[in-house]
């Protein structure tokens, strides 16, 4: 089974893939983990993440294990990660060397310790409209610029990241407005999603909806 879920930053989609991974039994690919891996080491050789051919060529040579050495770096997860994630991700040419990789996932899906799973959770922007447009489910979450500003900045206090409410407010929405305006997969939902405002739930009463609409596709296939 493929699940994507798709929406913009900090709409909780890391928290609801991970719960739903866990319960279907399906490994979780988080697809922004690609682009902050290609961002932060642009950013780590002192290049400029909007710099095609600097970005291309970090891109070309990516590896899951490159991936997860560099998610260890205290700027995978801050707001220079993520900054330079949205940069390098608005370029064509960027995102099209690094869509093999993301497809390929869905053909042998694995979890973290190598035992194979029977499908994926994919979190992003265009799981469900470029990587994978078989998915069996698809979700489009979403909230208020506001309230996403604010749980990220919550996320960063606790990491104890010096940054205002103010600062991450405009970032989200510059980070908003690059994602959505791009010219190759702009981040949009897929025509089948099913779309989700979070602004008033509980990540619970997201999640009870999700499931209830994953239980429901069963059942049709069951038939
Ligand atoms: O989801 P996350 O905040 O980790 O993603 C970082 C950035 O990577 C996003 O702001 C977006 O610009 C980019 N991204 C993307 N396509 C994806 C996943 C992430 O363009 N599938």
Avoid: W
């Avoid at 040579?61 to 205290?74: A, G, N, V, Y």
């Avoid at 060397?97 to 310790?113: C, G, T």
């Avoid at 500003?149 to 103010?166: N, P, V």
Wanted: aromatic residues 6%; neutral net charge.
């Amino acid at each position: 089974m493929i699940i994507t879920i798709d929406g913009p930053a900090a709409a909780g989609k890391g928290t609801l893939a991970s719960k739903l991974a866990l319960k279907y039994n399906l490994t979780y690919f988080d697809t922004g983990m690609v682009y902050r891996a290609v961002g932060l080491d642009v950013v780590l050789q002192g290049k400029d993440p909007n710099d095609e051919q600097s970005a291309l060529s970090v891109a070309q040579k990516l590896t899951f294990p490159r991936i997860m050495e560099l998610s260890k770096h205290q700027d995978f997860r801050s707001a220079v990660g993520g900054d330079a994630a949205s940069k390098v991700s608005a370029i064509p040419s960027v995102r099209a060397a690094l869509l093999q990789m993301q497809r390929d996932f869905a053909l042998n899906p694995q979890f973290s310790d190598g035992r194979k799973a029977s499908g994926v959770v994919y979190d992003g922007r265009d799981a469900g409209t470029v990587i994978c447009p078989q998915a069996d489910v698809k979700v489009f979450i979403t909230a208020s610029s506001e309230v996403r500003a604010m749980r990220r900045f919550k996320e960063f206090q606790q990491k104890g990241l010096t940054i205002t409410y103010d600062e991450v407010l405009a970032q989200t929405r510059e980070r908003d407005e690059r994602d959505a305006s791009r010219s190759s997969a702009p981040m949009k939902p897929a025509d089948d999603a099913v779309i989700i405002d979070t602004s008033d739930m509980s990540i619970d009463e997201v999640y009870k909806k999700v499931c209830d609409i994953i239980e429901s596709h069963k059942k049709i296939l069951e038939k």
